[in-house]
C-alpha cells in the first residue's frame, strides 16, 4: 500500500511569490492534515480536511490555506511568502478524522523563501 | 493552551545502552499517545502508540509507559542501535486535537 505522497519534494521560491503544494493520502484515508516543521518551533499543524471540509485551523495567517477534493488529495497554498516561511510542510492522512485515529506522515515538501 | 513538554531535548547513549525520553501533557482529556520518528530527510514515522485505558505497550525493543495521574509519559528503547539514531516526537490527542513535543535528538555513540 502507497504511503502518503507529497509533492514537490523541493522548492525555492522568492518573497511575495505563492506556492502550491500537493498530498495523496493512503488509499482509503478520508483525513488530511498539514504541519509546518522548522528548527525552532517544531510540528506545528497548520489544518485539517475531512471529506472536502475544513475541520480544524491552525494559528497561521489567512496567507496560508487549503482545500481538499473529492478524491481526497489536498493542496495548501501559501501566498505572498515571507522568509519566516521555509520551512519543511508535512501532510498526515488518517482513516477518519478526530478521536485519536493514527496520522501517516508524507515526506514532506522542502520550502526554501529567498 | 495546552502544550506537550518533552525532555531531554538531546540524548546521546552509548550503543547497547537503554534511551528514555520523557513527554508531559497539560490536558487530562487526551486520550491518545503516539511517538513519532524521524530519520534525516524524511518525514515522521509512527513507531508505537498508547491509549489512556493502558498503561504500558511494547514492541520489540520500544515500549511506551502512561502515566494518567502525573500526565506523563515515556519512550523505552533498550539495546539501542545506530539505526535508532533519529528525532523522536511525542504527540498527545484529544478528539481532532493533536499537539507535539518539540522532539528529542537521540545520537547513538559508537
Known amino acids: 500500500k502507497a504511503g502518503v505522497t507529497q509533492t514537490p519534494r523541493y522548492l525555492i521560491k522568492t518573497r511575495g511569490q505563492q506556492v502550491t503544494l500537493s498530498c495523496s493520502p493512503i488509499?482509503?484515508?478520508?483525513?488530511v492534515s498539514w504541519y509546518q516543521q522548522t528548527p525552532g518551533q517544531g510540528l506545528q499543524f497548520l489544518f485539517e480536511y475531512f471529506s472536502e471540509t475544513q475541520r480544524n485551523k491552525g494559528n497561521f495567517p489567512g496567507r496560508f490555506s487549503g482545500r481538499q477534493f473529492s478524491n481526497s488529495r489536498s493542496e495548501m497554498n501559501v501566498s505572498t511568502l515571507e522568509l519566516g516561511d521555509s520551512a519543511l510542510y508535512l501532510c498526515?492522512?488518517?482513516?477518519?478524522?478526530?478521536?485519536?485515529?493514527?496520522?501517516?506522515f508524507g515526506e514532506g515538501s522542502w520550502l526554501t523563501v529567498v | 493552551g495546552e502544550n506537550v513538554e518533552q525532555h531531554p531535548s538531546t540524548l546521546s547513549v552509548q550503543e547497547g545502552d537503554s534511551a528514555v525520553i520523557k513527554c508531559t501533557y497539560s490536558?487530562?482529556?487526551?486520550?491518545?499517545f503516539p511517538w513519532y520518528k524521524q530519520e534525516l530527510g524524511k518525514g515522521p514515522q509512527l513507531i508505537i502508540d498508547i491509549r489512556s485505558n493502558v498503561g504500558e505497550k511494547k514492541d520489540q525493543r520500544i515500549a511506551v509507559t502512561l502515566n494518567k495521574t502525573a500526565k506523563h509519559f515515556s519512550l523505552h528503547i533498550t539495546e539501542t542501535q545506530p539505526e535508532d539514531s533519529a528525532v523522536y516526537f511525542c504527540a498527545a490527542t484529544r478528539d481532532d486535537k493533536i499537539i507535539f513535543g518539540k522532539g528529542t535528538r537521540l545520537h547513538i555513540l559508537p
Open positions: 498526515a492522512s488518517s482513516l477518519v478524522a478526530g478521536d485519536g485515529n493514527t496520522i501517516y
Open positions: 488509499s482509503g484515508h478520508r483525513s
Open positions: 490536558d487530562s482529556a487526551s486520550n491518545y
